[in-house]
């Protein structure tokens, strides 16, 4: 990994569930949203019943979309083409997958190890959370992919961290997205699979959104993989 690839810094929104939090979900957002997006669903989980944990909500930088006629937006990366699998912008989804890296690694500096964070993200900030977590070096607790598909997945085979393997996936869509037809997030599932990942997948009649019944599985989730 280069040093430019490095380079990228993110603002981040933290917010702890309880004291001395164990465990640690560093969770994305999606194309022109922010870090307050999944704020909300801190106190619904832990409702749940999920443990004391930090979460982090990363800012991703603001840059022009092509798709969307250059209109500067927080992305993770370009999206240059409606059809999600052609064009993508590899450079900038390979700098925001070292930048979530870095807010990985800083978590485990601050005393909360790898396999006790998950990496969970929505829509392109799921991509972003699919693309690190099976070819980074960290083996984490878990991966949370709503909403989303695999970039890049041409270079699965050369790329994957068979150290990942056990990694537990969350995988969830919308039967009515118009936005990342399910196809793609199917696919997704299919080629994790494929490498012995054990990938939980769910669907729900919504669009390109969340719903009430898909946090109550991921609390569950949740509650079977933080207990390290």
């Known amino acids: 990994m280069n040093s ?35 704020v909300p669903v801190v106190k619904e989980l832990e409702q749940m019943g999920v443990p004391p944990t930090r979460y982090i909500f990363p800012h991703a930088p603001k840059i022009p979309v092509s ?45 909360i190890p790898a396999n006790r964070i998950v990496l969970a993200g929505f ?4 991509a972003i959370t699919y693309h690190t977590g099976v070819r980074g070096k960290y083996t984490l607790a878990g991966l949370v992919c ?4 695999l970039p890049l997945d041409a270079n699965l085979d050369a790329e994957y961290n068979p150290a990942n393997a056990a990694v537990p ?21 299919s080629l994790l699979k494929g490498k012995g990942q054990q990938v939980e997948w769910h669907t729900y009649p919504m669009e ?14 949740f509650k ?3 207990v390290k």
Request: charged share 20%; with cysteine; aromatic share 8%.
């Open 4 to 38: 430019n690839l490095q380079a990228l810094k993110v603002e981040v929104v933290k917010v702890e569930s309880g004291n001395n939090p164990r465990y640690c979900v560093i969770w994305l957002h999606g194309l022109g949203a922010d870090g307050y997006d999944f």
């Open 123 to 126: 829509s392109q900030g799921g």
């Open 67 to 111: 798709v969307n006629g250059g209109y500067v937006m927080p992305a993770w990366y370009d999206i240059k083409n409606s059809d999600l699998g052609r064009m993508e912008d590899e450079a900038g989804i390979r700098q925001s997958a070292a930048c979530i890296e870095g807010l990985i690694q800083e978590q485990i500096q601050s005393g």
């Open 146 to 149: 709503l909403s989303t598909y």
């Open 224 to 226: 079977k993989v933080l």
């Open 208 to 221: 390109h959104s969340v719903c009430g019944e898909e946090m109550e599985a991921l609390a569950e989730f």
């Open 169 to 189: 996936v969350f995988a969830a869509h919308g039967t009515r997205d118009g936005m990342v037809p399910i196809a793609r997030g199917e696919k997704a599932v």
